[in-house]
């Protein structure tokens, strides 16, 4: 690996993008794949650390995998980081953190046995379907036209908050709104979210509420949820929130889509 890389790849707080040293725009959607494929080494410089990477041949095959480095000292630990493919900024961001989190003083061998293995499908508990679905409508209910007329006057803004003690039809109002909006095409899609006390957990919160964005676009999180899953591998590193929601964010910019999502119980977290 070289001493110093000619490019570089960093992270820019200030924009909220990743940014290399070579491009005039950040690194976003296909940019970043058209970027990769035009190098062969490079720096990465993360929120969760920094790493070198250089595509390499791998058993005696062609020049096409990639791996990462880092320094420590006197001593260079290296892992496979995989197929161009494969080499997405969710990934780089879970390696650096992998890769800083190991000790200097750990032994060698030890640290070899530490695998990053980054799945493009997160393993883990199974969401319950029940809470990503609207409950179903009755039949016979009482059309309320000034409630739901204030229901499409809100969202001009970003966010509507419905408020009211319990019993008083919430859930029921929304539920009917959005069935008769979807019906007259005013609303083009939506997703429901149902939540309690356990998704208090942000780990557990984010695979739900990512679950749900992708029922209106199923491109909405990868990254993020692989990011995620990154954090049950060891070292167990946690992503900051600033890294997960700048992915999300930035899924929910270049969607192209519309839709509302409905967090029902929100108080309870």
């Known amino acids: 690996m070289p001493r110093q890389a000619a490019y570089l790849v960093r992270w820019d707080a200030s924009v909220a993008a990743y940014l290399a040293s070579d491009a005039t725009h950040p690194l976003m959607g296909d940019l970043w794949g058209t970027w990769v494929a035009r190098h062969h080494a490079f720096a990465f410089q993360g929120q969760g650390g920094h ?9 005696g095959g ?4 990639w791996y990462a480095y880092r ?3 006197k001593r260079v630990t290296k892992r496979y980081a995989g197929r161009p493919e494969q080499l997405t ?3 780089l961001e879970a390696l650096a953190c992998a890769l800083n989190a190991l000790s200097p003083a750990m032994a060698e061998d030890e640290a070899a046995q530490l695998p990053i293995v980054i799945s493009p499908v997160p393993v883990s508990l199974p969401l319950l379907a029940a809470k990503l679905q609207a409950p179903r409508l009755r039949k016979g209910l009482v059309p309320r036209e000034r409630l739901l007329q204030r229901l499409d006057a809100g969202r001009e803004g970003a966010l509507m908050l419905i408020t009211a003690p319990a019993g008083f039809g919430k859930t029921t109002l929304v539920n009917q709104w959005l069935a008769s909006r979807v019906a007259s095409g005013a609303i083009p899609a939506f997703a429901w979210l149902a939540l309690d006390a356990g998704d208090s957990d942000p780990a557990r919160f984010w695979r739900y509420f990512i ?8 491109t909405i999180g990868r990254d993020a949820l692989a990011l995620l899953h990154a954090a049950t591998l060891p070292p167990f590193v946690a992503p900051t929130p600033e890294a997960l929601l700048t992915m999300l964010l930035n899924d929910l ?3 192209g889509c519309q839709g509302v999502l409905v967090l029902e119980d929100y108080h309870l977290i």
């Not at 790493?51 to 058993?59: G, V």
């Not at 062609?62 to 995998?65: D, F, L, N």
């Open 51 to 59: 790493i070198n990477l250089l595509k390499e041949r791998r058993h």
């Open 62 to 65: 062609e020049a096409g995998y």
């Open 71 to 73: 320094r420590t000292g």
């Open 89 to 91: 900024l969710a990934r």
């Open 211 to 218: 679950a749900a964005c992708q029922r209106i676009a199923p």
């Open 253 to 255: 910019v270049h969607a």
